[in-house]
């Protein structure tokens, strides 16, 4: 067991709020059909402000909140998927941006699952006593929206959220066990960003639209509501614990149904699932980070209880961390 703290959390979303109303505008959609399919009722959206700017910011509160200095960093990773640039990494550009000259920074990219893929990634790099890190999910999804697909547009929103890491060399708080599962095979169910191969020797001729989110929404919705409740039960089990030993869990949030079904599925109380999707709607990476830090501020996660954070999108991938925090 590595003593491996989350000393600190924050988030920052766009200011700009798009209720399910004014999706009308742009596409034949209602309130009432986003609310009962989704439970989403309102998104935060970019006018401008890039991924970049949203997890900087985020990597500036967590400094100001702690009182580290960014010198004190290791290592800065992004979890996103859609990154300003392909390079420089958008962790890189965050590194820069806040002076952090002791951290190597790089993306990652598992989609909704990003930030349950970082904490596994990021645990690895800390064994060191000592050491410490900045894990951000941060996203701009609504630029790899077509807001005139209604069947996909009404379901994404933008924001970043992050925490600093340590390693504590204490047994108070612990990362107890994680499952990471990816199903390539099924990696065309929900696309995005598709980047065409053309130069002087190639000419793409893929439909344009490609660059957009594409997805089986009923086959992701299948997906997740069977494999994140395996996987929560392979990582309690690794864990050497039951799931009613969780306090709360905290998953990605895509859909209230979606995660009224894993509840269900686990024979769990509705109320141990905490949700934030009415007021962001799926922010990919950010999602997980963004109710933790909620959760964290509001006072409802309390230090010493266990809780499972768990993930699942495109790729296909799923992960789950548990958690004593
Ligand atoms: N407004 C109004 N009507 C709509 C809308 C909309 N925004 N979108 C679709 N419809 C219509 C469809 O055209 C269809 O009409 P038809 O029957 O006349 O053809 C009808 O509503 C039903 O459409 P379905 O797509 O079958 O609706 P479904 O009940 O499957 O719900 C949904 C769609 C909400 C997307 C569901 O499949 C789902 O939750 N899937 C999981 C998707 C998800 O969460 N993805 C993200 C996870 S991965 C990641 O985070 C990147």
Avoid at 198 to 210: E, Q
């Amino acid at each position: 067991m590595t003593g491996i703290q989350i000393v600190q959390s924050a988030n920052t979303v766009p200011e700009r709020v798009v209720p399910n109303d004014e999706l009308n505008t742009y596409m034949e959609t209602s309130d009432e059909w986003i609310s009962t399919r989704t439970g989403i009722k309102q998104r935060h959206v970019s006018t401008g402000q890039t991924t970049s700017d949203l997890c900087t910011s985020v990597a500036q509160k967590l400094l100001d909140q702690s009182g580290w200095q960014a010198s004190d960093l290791d290592f800065i990773i992004v979890s996103t998927m859609s990154p300003d640039y392909l390079t420089p990494a958008t962790a890189a550009i965050v590194q820069g941006r806040i002076g952090a000259t002791n951290a190597f920074a790089f993306d990652l990219n598992a989609a909704c699952s990003g930030f349950i893929y970082g904490l596994k990634v990021a645990e690895g790099l800390l064994q060191a006593p000592g050491s410490r890190g900045m894990l951000i999910g941060g996203e701009v999804l609504s630029k790899l929206v077509d807001w005139h697909e209604r069947s996909t547009a009404v379901l994404f929103g933008d924001g970043a959220a992050g925490v600093l890491l340590e390693n504590v060399k204490s047994t108070s708080s612990a990362f107890l066990a994680t499952d990471l599962q990816t199903i390539g095979e099924l990696g065309d169910r929900l696309t995005a960003g598709y980047q065409p191969v053309n130069s002087v020797f190639a000419m793409d001729s893929t439909d344009p639209h490609r660059q957009y989110f594409e997805m089986d929404g009923r086959a992701v919705y299948k997906f997740a509501t069977h494999q994140v409740p395996e996987s929560i039960e392979r990582a309690v089990n690794q864990a050497g614990l039951l799931v009613d030993d969780i306090d709360y869990f905290i998953l990605h949030q895509a859909n209230q149904r979606i995660l009224d079904q894993i509840a269900k599925r686990l024979d769990q109380p509705t109320d141990k699932f905490l949700s934030n999707v009415a007021a962001y709607g799926n922010t990919s990476a950010a999602s997980v980070p963004i109710l933790l830090d909620e959760a964290i501020q509001h006072g409802t996660l309390q230090r010493g209880q266990t809780i499972a954070l768990g993930g699942f999108g495109g790729g296909l991938t799923v992960g789950t961390q548990i958690i004593k925090y």
